[in-house]
């Protein structure tokens, strides 16, 4: 039975694998899961990494609601993993290996870190069944301006994973799935030689920033930095006297 597999928290990582079929389409119930785990994380976690078994990533997510309540309750489910992703005090990591579209591109997009192979391919696929895609246009015009977020939503056009590093979706790209894996590995121990204290501290400062304009996030900078200022010699203090 298809879904998501959630690893035991192993040296600070928190493995999630998605098996849904060939499409990997993400249901409601492991859109769910996923935004408990998200937000709710295991005792000494600090890394997710989301990846996916086949030869899709996630080509978008399950339409099961005939009712206007129901595709309200739905669409309710789905805004509140993409907040998840953005205020979890985890860092995320999407190691995708294959294709994404739609709801896809949305979840490995508002992970911290996205790496794919380079023969992954990435688009919106709503326009082709009579849909404007409300939630991407939520987040998408923010990551590549609105000029590439009108012509990837009204085409449906396929972009390379080269053009999704340019325009913002991806970190980068690499040749095949043995060199996905070793990048992604790479990244995690980077990111796991550090405090997982700092890196909640950046996503919230990043998370606060996109609603304040420039002169607002400077002035809530200064007292981001005098906290992590007091901190730090408080620490330093600690050292010098024990």
Known sequence: MGGLTVSTPAEG???VELDNGSDNLLSIAMVEQLTELLLRPPAGAHVLRLRANGSAFCL????????????HAETEVLVGLQRALRRTKLVTVAQVQGDAAGFGVGVLAACDVAVAVSTAKFWF???GIGLAPALVLAWLPKVVGERQAFWLTATG???????AVELGLLNAVVSGPDELTKDSDERITALRQHDPRIHAEIREMLEAGRSLDEDQALELSIDRLVVGGLRRLRLLGDVTNS
Do not use: F, N, Q, S
Not at 60 to 71: H, I, M, N, S
Not at 157 to 163: F, N, S, V, Y
């Open 13 to 15: 990582i928190v493995d």
């Open 60 to 71: 978008g997510r399950e339409r099961a609601g005939t009712t206007p309540e129901d595709l």
């Open 125 to 127: 696929p709503e326009v």
């Open 157 to 163: 056009e396929k972009i390379t994973a080269a053009r």
